[in-house]
């Protein structure tokens, strides 16, 4: 069986090793598989990615609970693991977080500075393998096939490497998941957190899964997750006993892809330029309001939010999508198809407001958001006049006018009145 250890990076026969201790360093952090020398699909997730980069830059916050997010009425971001073991989770409401861990010292974001960190590691997959597709600042799938003559080593040794250079010049863990694809590195990558390491191979695929809980798989919601409890289906063993034309027949298209998950199989390729597929931007208030007027200057600076980076990626988006959260979190959703592509605030703006107005008095919100998808290229857009209202030409073209001079002088060179709000 191949061994591996992280620390010093010696490969090794496990079976000739006495015990699971490097037989050059002495480390317990050894790996071993009888794949892992042959396996090339990689999931790296880094660990409490923002509250590590916080607790990096900050060594007075060692060994306190740290949570990131926006104050007592807004969401934990992430949390570090010392405020894990007392039940904050990401995306649970503030004031929950702080109910179970009251000592926490809460951090506002600094995406500046987490954008950094997260670039900083992208070089250094960089110089592993050029098939890197990214899923968020702190995550990435990475393919490394055929790169062992190039380095000189398996990806599994690269692999360790990457995670070693993350703690010795970036301050940083992350844990990887390895197998023969993107399903199941996935679920590697959680197994052995934080600072872990784990493989599943083609061999015990079919025995690794059997006792799983469904919910393991990547994209199944709480409404999926309970329509899969309808039909029995709680394990992937549940899963497995059904027929595939069953399956497609009770679960439309998602049904093929549970067939196969079921399997092990999952044919999606890493791909390093995965194409952006929304824009969207949100806030949570201090306290939850009514007022028309505010939500009105929040739907406008939303609404230029994320015009700003449709512009900054020569995107347009077909589809306005208006996101709003009452008091109890209920969440309320709302979509408009346009007739041609749009990159202008000022007609994300009036869209947006229109499905606000069309949803009607159900406030107080806690949360109100605007976004824009079935993205595509900015060529053809907002190019078609708009037979119903004449001054949307002469708009588009006072905002490029003001894009111009935010460009030039900031962005607080110029602001709408209802910006102010």
């Known amino acids: 069986m191949h061994a591996l ?7 090794f026969d496990a079976a000739r090793a006495s015990g699971l201790r490097c037989p050059a360093c002495r480390s317990p952090r050894v790996i071993a598989h009888d794949e892992l020398m042959s396996l090339s699909i990689a999931h790296m997730d880094c660990d409490a990615f923002y509250a590590s980069v916080e607790k990096r830059d900050n060594p007075d916050l060692a060994g306190k609970p740290v949570i990131i997010g926006g104050g007592r009425r807004g969401v934990v971001s992430t949390a ?46 960089e110089e592993m393998t050029p ?15 055929g790169t062992e003559r190039l380095h000189g080593h398996p990806p599994a040794v690269m692999l360790a490497r990457l995670i070693r250079r993350m703690r010795d010049e970036l301050g940083l ?27 599943i191979g083609k061999a015990e695929t079919l025995e690794f899964l059997a006792p799983k809980p469904v919910r393991l798989i990547w994209g199944v919601g709480a409404a999926g997750q309970a329509s899969l409890d309808r039909a029995g289906i709680h394990t992937f063993a549940d899963l497995r006993r059904w027929d595939q034309r069953d399956l497609a027949a009770r679960f439309g298209s998602m049904g ?5 998950l ?3 199989e999952d044919m999606r390729r890493v791909t390093a330029h995965a194409p952006m597929k929304s824009i969207s931007n949100e806030t949570t208030f201090f306290e939850d309001t009514s007022d028309p007027d505010l939500l009105d200057g929040h739907l406008w600076r939303l609404s230029e939010k994320v015009a700003d980076r449709a512009k900054a990626k020569d995107l347009a988006g077909r589809v306005v999508v208006l996101k709003l959260k009452r008091a109890n979190f209920s969440l309320i959703t709302r979509r408009h198809a346009l007739r041609d592509s749009t990159q202008m605030a000022d007609r994300l703006y009036r869209e947006s407001r229109a499905l606000f ?14 976004g824009l998808t079935d993205l595509t290229s900015d060529a053809d857009a907002d190019r078609a006049p708009d037979l119903l209202d004449p001054n949307a030409a002469r708009r588009s073209e006072a905002e490029r006018a003001t894009d111009a001079i935010r460009a030039r002088f900031g962005p607080d060179a110029i602001r709408k009145g209802r910006a102010l709000r």
Not at 357 to 370: F, W
Request: aromatic share 6%.
């Open 5 to 11: 250890c992280r620390d010093c990076l010696t490969d």
């Open 80 to 125: 570090c693991y010392v405020a894990r073991i007392r039940g904050v989770r990401s995306a649970m409401p503030m004031f929950q977080a702080l109910k179970l861990c009251p000592d926490a010292v809460v951090i506002k974001p600094r995406m500046a500075a987490y954008v950094e960190a997260s670039r900083a590691i992208r070089a250094m997959m």
């Open 131 to 145: 098939s890197i597709e990214p899923l968020s600042l702190d995550e990435a799938f990475l393919d490394l096939t």
């Open 173 to 199: 863990t992350g844990s990887i998941g390895l197998s023969h694809n993107k399903f199941l590195a996935k679920i590697a990558s959680d197994m052995d957190k934080p600072h872990g390491f784990s493989v």
């Open 256 to 260: 093929d892809r549970l067939w196969h």
């Open 262 to 264: 079921a399997r092990g």
């Open 357 to 370: 107005d069309a949803v009607g008095d159900q406030g107080p919100y806690r949360l109100i958001g605007v």
